[in-house]
C-alpha cells in the first residue's frame, strides 16, 4: 500500500503501472496481483486507506468536549497528517483535480454524511453560543484548505522556507491562534 501510495501519487493514475508498484514494493508483479485484481483495485484501495486515516480525527469529534479544543484537536491532526503523508494528500488532490472519477460515490455519500454530521456538531455549538456565527461547512473547508496546502505545495514552501521544522511550527501557532481567536464566541451583554 506504501509503495501503491507513492507510485499514484507521483505519477497519478494514469501514468503509474502494477509493474512500478511491484518494483518500489520489491515483489513481483504477479505478487502484487495475487492481492489486487487490477491497477484500478490498488487505486482504490489506497484511496479509501488515505481517506480512513485523514478522516478518523473528525469522527472523533467529541459533541460534549469544549469547541474551540476540539476543532482545534482536529485542526492539529490535519496539519500533522500533511507533514507525516504528504503524498496521501497529493494523491487525493490529484483525484480532485481529474474531477474525482473514482471517488464521486465515496464524496457524495460516505464523506457526505460524515460532513453533514460534523456540520450539525458545530452548528449545535453555535446555536448554543459556544462557537462564533460561522458557516460550519465553510469552516471545514478552510481548515482541510490550510492544512493540506503543506503538503500539496510543499516544493514552493520548501523554495520559500527550507526549515520544515520552523514551517509546521508556525503553522501551527498561526492556525491555532487564527481559529481560537476567530471561533471564540462574542461576549454577550
Sequence with gaps: MAAALDVFA???FAGATVD???????????NVLYYFRTKQDIYEA?????????LD??????????PLEEIWRYAEAKLQLSRSAPQA??????????????LTRY????????L?????????????????????LNLMFLIWSSTQHYADFEPQIRALEP???????????TLRHLLMAGLRPAVRT
Design 57 to 66: 480525527p473528525l469522527r472523533r469529534l467529541d459533541p460534549d468536549g469544549d
Design 46 to 54: 489506497v484511496l479509501v486507506r488515505t481517506l480512513t486515516v485523514w
Design 89 to 102: 494528500s497529493r494523491l487525493f488532490a490529484g483525484e480532485m483535480l481529474q474531477g474525482a472519477p473514482r
Design 20 to 30: 512500478a508498484i511491484a518494483a518500489s514494493a520489491g515483489m513481483s508483479k504477479a
Design 163 to 173: 526549515d520544515e521544522e520552523r514551517v509546521f511550527e508556525g503553522a501551527r501557532r
Design 107 to 114: 464524496l457524495s455519500h460516505d464523506l457526505k454524511r460524515l
Design 10 to 12: 507521483s505519477r497519478g
Design 116 to 136: 453533514d454530521e460534523t456540520c450539525a456538531i458545530l452548528q449545535a455549538w453555535i446555536d448554543a453560543g459556544k462557537l462564533a456565527d460561522v458557516e460550519p
